[in-house]
C-alpha cells in the first residue's frame, strides 16, 4: 500500500504537472528512458558539482547551507517549463528538512539558468503542502490512472506513449 513516505520530490513534481504522470511513476511505471529530457537530466545531475550533493532519507536534493541562523535549500533545475511544480518539489524538501531534523526556519530557491525563484518556509505553505500530500497519497491508490487529458505540457513528456498510444 502507498503511503505518505513513498513520496518523492520526482513524484510532487510530476502531481503538479500532470495526474496521469504521477499515477504512472508512482506505480513504478517509468517513462521511456532513451527520451531526450530523461537523458538531459541524467547529464545535468553528473556533471552537478558532487560536493553539493545532501542526502537526507532517500532524497538528494542539491545544497543546503546556513545562512544567518536559518537554513536554505537551492534545488536546479534544467528547465523552469512549470515553476509552479519545481517550488512544490522544493517545498517538499524543505517540509522534510524542517520536520526531519526540526529545523526552526527554512527557505529554499529554485534555480534554472538566470531564472530564480525562492520559496519562503511559513507555517501557512508546510500546511499546504501536507493537504497535497494526503491527497496525493489518495489519488495514487486510485485503481487506474485518470484518463488522458492533453495538455501544454504533453509534447515534450518522456510519458507520452503512455497516452496518445
Known amino acids: 500500500?502507498?503511503?505518505?513516505?513513498?513520496?518523492?520530490?520526482?513524484?510532487i513534481n510530476y502531481y503538479a504537472t500532470c495526474r496521469r504522470e504521477a499515477w504512472l511513476y508512482a506505480r513504478h511505471i517509468h517513462a521511456d528512458q532513451s527520451d531526450d529530457a530523461i537523458t538531459m537530466g541524467r547529464v545535468l545531475a553528473d556533471i552537478r558539482d558532487k560536493g553539493q550533493d545532501f542526502p537526507f532519507s532517500h532524497l538528494h536534493f542539491d545544497k543546503?547551507?546556513?545562512?544567518?541562523?536559518?537554513?536554505?535549500?537551492?534545488?536546479?533545475?534544467k528547465t523552469m517549463s512549470?515553476?509552479?511544480?519545481?517550488?512544490?518539489?522544493?517545498?517538499?524538501?524543505?517540509?522534510l528538512l524542517r520536520t526531519g531534523l526540526k529545523l526552526k526556519k527554512i527557505d529554499g530557491k529554485v534555480i534554472s539558468?538566470?531564472?530564480?525563484?525562492?520559496?519562503?518556509?511559513?507555517?501557512?505553505?508546510?500546511?499546504?503542502?501536507?493537504?497535497?500530500?494526503?491527497?496525493?497519497?489518495?489519488?495514487?491508490?486510485?485503481?487506474?490512472?485518470?484518463?488522458y487529458?492533453?495538455?501544454?505540457?504533453?509534447?515534450?513528456?518522456?510519458?507520452?506513449?503512455y497516452c496518445e498510444g
Open 1 to 11: 500500500m502507498f503511503t505518505i513516505d513513498d513520496i518523492t520530490g520526482t513524484l
Open 64 to 77: 543546503l547551507e546556513k545562512r544567518g541562523g536559518h537554513y536554505l535549500i537551492t534545488e536546479h533545475k
Open 82 to 95: 512549470n515553476p509552479e511544480a519545481a517550488k512544490a518539489q522544493l517545498l517538499f524538501y524543505m517540509y
Open 113 to 147: 539558468g538566470k531564472t530564480v525563484i525562492f520559496v519562503e518556509g511559513s507555517d501557512e505553505v508546510f500546511e499546504e503542502l501536507e493537504t497535497m500530500l494526503a491527497e496525493l497519497v489518495r489519488f495514487v491508490q486510485t485503481p487506474s490512472p485518470p484518463p
Open 149 to 161: 487529458e492533453k495538455t501544454k505540457w504533453c509534447k515534450g513528456c518522456a510519458y507520452k506513449s
